[in-house]
């Protein structure tokens, strides 16, 4: 039968519902990251639409949907502060789509629709890549592709009847079908795409969506703030046992200077280190996995020998990549623990390393003289705070208030109470105070553990600050004043430190589930996102191309692409059913009226090739009836009441006769 329409006054109903329904679920994480009243207006144009096709409403005319459209883009640029970044893109490729809404039309128009709902799902990948969004990924392609095959199906269909399969379930099932046979062809491409290494939409803005990390400053609550999230921070496989627990300090922003309220990094320090790690017998070899954080630094313990390619070290031995940490981001590290930073101070780092605002903290300062005066030795007199800390009633809390012009009187004469960075930051302006060089290193410390070693698992509740002083004969030297009043922080972790629920979910059921999670996403970092440019090369080398070119590689993707869908659909057409009894007997009838001098013509439907040739022949009647049945048989219901073999029968024993001698007689 032929199609019966390439173009449609008013879609279907099903149709609409499908596409609609598609452009939804691709668009929802979209929606969700858009102010609310953009998703709001989006989502009621879908609403309306549906509800106009299924009571018949006409559009609107072409005027108010122009001005409505020119009215979203602008509030679109207004709500984002222009049209530029991946975020307001997504934002206007959604808006635009639901502008498309007002003027459906036809079928071509919702399969624009449902097409580019593939591109909305792909690029919620530039936001993140998460595991947990290959759920997202199944749903949203699974209801694009129903779309287009109910869409397909409409077209397909005899003008004024519903297609034959337009039951839900059926038509996921075709979907998933489609999907099932795209796979081969998806893992082919996934393997030999060239790899580049940046993004070629570059960066950098605003990918985690304003959700906060480790900041580059240091001011009270700005760690304490990040206890609730546990999202992950990194990850690191050691060769070897792991070190303790005490030992993982994961080494950030280092801060020196010091504006009477906030710690932050000093321009100077950028520069290379004096002294080359070299590797010790205590060296530790390990892989970080690190999340994207939008910031330039990588995480490495104590001390990192070399930056991995595309980073650099610092003076103060930070790792800093050339680019924001965008992507998820994997490097091996050599750290020596046994390394003595700086032996020799110059002068400019000890006068910056000594700095402290004036007219600030009197009591601070008053009490580092008196301990200068009890201690000449600089490590007996940090020694001397640090037991003092243990033996006044200091407490670990994350309930402090913020701290006022005197931050280190308020914190260590009056309040008493507070996160690590409150700890950090009032030993660190007492020891400046006495003399000592002093400054802040924020970071990382501790993590958790997975069941049988594999991996550590750094969460972002796991950050941490601490103090380094210089000693004459020691260099660099780590204190951390928050081990001396809650100890069971360092040695058992951020967790352990604050005997109460961060927030409402916050159980040990849930933290299970959490880290058996995160061993899936483990493993789909390791295997999928991290088939980077380098195991790209290892495998084919793996498999005997030791040397390919960006242009062979092309070609090989092209032949392998090729011959794969070439299988995919012999394995297809081979699962398609055999041409089945009513078909074969409908083309032996068809081949006996062409032998007869009465061919269909290409197009025609077989009722319009049956009222055409009626009038030659002397049996139209017996003729009629086998059109009707064979019409049936083949588009009617399922159930239709028609034997197919008495069909078959009926087929065999008609002979054409004409009305004319010429045309009459048996075939």
């Known amino acids: 039968m032929a199609r019966a329409r390439a173009h449609v006054s008013t879609p279907p109903l099903a149709a609409v519902a499908w596409t609609i329904g598609a452009f939804l679920i691709a668009a929802a994480p979209h929606l969700l990251a858009m102010p609310a009243w953009l998703a709001s207006a989006i989502v009621v144009v879908c609403c309306w639409r549906l509800l106009g096709v299924h009571r018949g409403w006409p559009l609107p005319p072409a005027w108010p ?33 639901a502008a498309k809404m007002l003027e459906l039309r036809t079928l071509r128009d919702l399969r624009a629709v449902a097409s580019v709902s593939f591109f909305l799902i792909a690029a919620q990948f530039l936001f993140d890549e998460r595991l947990a969004l290959l759920t997202y990924l199944l749903a949203g392609c699974l209801s694009a592709v129903a779309a287009l095959v109910v869409i397909e199906q409409t077209e397909s269909a005899p003008a004024g009847r519903e297609p034959d399969r337009n039951h839900p379930a059926r038509i996921l099932s075709d979907a998933a079908v489609l999907l099932l046979l795209a796979v081969p062809v998806a893992l082919v491409l996934f393997v030999t795409f060239p790899r580049l290494a940046q993004p070629l939409w570059g960066l950098p803005d605003n990918v985690m969506d304003a959700k906060t990390g480790l900041s580059d400053e240091m001011s009270p609550g700005s760690i304490s703030s990040l206890y609730a999230d546990d999202s992950p921070a990194f990850r690191v496989e050691f060769e070897g046992s792991p070190p303790s627990n005490s030992e993982l300090y994961w080494r950030g922003p280092v801060l020196w200077h ?70 998820l981001t994997q490097y091996q590290v050599i750290s020596n623990p046994e390394f003595e930073d700086m032996p020799v101070l110059p002068h400019t780092l000890r006068r910056m390393a000594l700095h402290l605002p004036d007219d600030r903290n009197p009591r601070t300062l008053a009490m580092a003289e008196r301990l200068r005066q ?44 507070g996160y690590c960075e409150y700890y950090a930051s009032a030993f660190a302006i007492l020891m400046r105070a006495a003399g000592i060089p002093t400054r802040i290193v924020t970071g990382y410390q501790g ?9 550590l698992l750094v969460r972002h509740s796991d950050a941490h600050a601490w103090v380094e002083i210089w000693l ?21 972790g951020s967790r352990s430190a604050v005997d109460r629920p961060r927030h409402w979910f916050d159980s ?70 055999r041409d089945d009894r009513t078909q074969r007997a409908w083309r032996r009838l068809l081949a006996r009226l062409r032998r007869a001098g009465l061919p269909k013509r290409p197009g025609e439907t077989p009722l319009q090739y049956a009222a055409r040739i009626r009038p030659a022949l002397a049996n139209e009647g017996e003729l009629l009836a086998l059109v009707s049945d064979y019409c049936r048989l083949r588009y009617g219901p399922s159930g239709a009441d028609i034997d197919a073999e008495a069909f078959a029968s009926r087929i065999r024993r008609f002979r054409a006769q004409g009305r004319e001698p010429r045309t009459a007689g048996g075939v």
């Open 65 to 97: 949907r122009i001005l409505l459209t020119l009215l979203a883009v602008a509030l679109v640029g207004i709500a984002f502060g222009g049209l530029w970044g991946r975020r307001a893109a997504t934002s206007l490729l959604c808006v635009m789509l």
């Open 258 to 327: 010091f504006d009477g309220d906030t710690w932050s990094q000093a321009y100077l320090t950028n520069r290379m280190p004096a002294a080359v790690v070299p590797i010790g017998p205590q060296a530790r070899r390990y892989s970080v996995q690190l999340e994207p954080h939008e910031r330039h630094w990588l995480f490495a313990l104590d001390y990192a020998i070399n930056a991995p390619d595309g980073a650099r070290k610092t003076l103060d031995h930070q790792m800093v990549s050339r680019h924001p940490i965008t992507t």
């Open 374 to 417: 009890a201690h000449d030795d600089d490590l007996e007199l940090a020694r001397a705070v640090l037991q003092w800390f243990r033996d006044e009633p200091f407490f670990y809390s994350l309930d402090s208030p913020l701290l006022g012009r005197h931050s280190a009187d308020e914190f260590l004469f009056d309040l008493r109470t």
């Open 447 to 455: 993590g958790f553990l997975q069941p049988g070693g594999s991996y």
């Open 472 to 492: 004459a004969d020691r260099g660099w030297t780590r204190i951390d004043p928050t081990a001396a009043v809650s100890p069971e922080r360092i040695s058992q």
């Open 508 to 577: 040990d059921l849930l933290r299970d589930l959490l880290n058996r999670y995160d061993r899936l996403q483990h493993l789909w970092n390791r295997w999928v996102l991290g088939f980077d440019a380098d195991r790209q090369q290892q495998f084919f080398e793996r498999l005997g191309f030791p040397d390919l070119s960006a242009t062979r590689l092309g070609l090989l993707m092209g032949v392998l692409t090729a011959v794969t869908a070439v299988l995919v659909a012999l394995v297809w057409l081979w699962q398609l059913p």
